[in-house]
């Protein structure tokens, strides 16, 4: 079993998932969203976000993270935010040597639902039937949980075609 954080990174507000992975069995260990004060500067606003994803690694101990690209936006202000917080959520799994992957929306929507043009609504439906019991509070949640399960796919793929090479 592997334990995965799904990441879809914000300066606003982040979204976190965990999930365990056994073979091609999903369970829902936890998931949140960190929310930074919209007024404080960003620095303060970068560090909060870093101590948060430190917290939440040292007490979920994932082995492996995911982390959701970011889009680029007819705002540049707000797109160059972004990549500061998703900077953060790179760097805190990978300072506690956790192998990190980076996936699109669009990946993430056709992993999760079988189309890159899902909804945000679609992404929640499935997000909720592949994790039972899971209790999803926010849209931010529910979208690194996304990220997780995308990497869980991933990850399944890219086992099956080491161990077939590994045969061969």
Not at 66 to 84: C, D, F, H, I, Q
């Amino acid at each position: 079993m592997v334990r995965l954080l799904g990441i879809d990174p914000g300066l606003r507000f982040t979204g976190w998932g965990l999930v365990d992975v056994d073979g091609n069995r999903l369970c829902h260990v936890a998931d949140g969203v960190i929310a930074t004060d919209g007024d404080a500067p960003v620095p303060e606003r970068l560090r909060c976000l870093h101590d948060s994803l430190l917290d939440l690694v040292r007490r979920y101990g994932p082995r492996e993270a995911a982390v959701e690209e970011t889009y680029v936006n007819r705002n540049g202000a707000s797109t160059l935010k972004l990549g500061y917080a998703r900077g953060v959520a790179l760097l805190v799994p990978a300072l506690a040597g956790i192998a990190v992957s980076e996936y699109g929306a669009m990946a993430v929507k056709r992993a999760v639902v079988g189309t890159g043009a899902a909804s945000k609504d679609q992404v929640e439906m499935m997000v909720r039937r592949l994790l039972p019991g899971a209790t999803i509070r926010r849209a931010d949640a529910s979208d690194a949980l996304a990220v997780a399960i995308c990497h869980a796919h991933h990850r399944a793929s890219a086992l099956r075609v080491s161990a077939g090479t590994r045969m061969a």
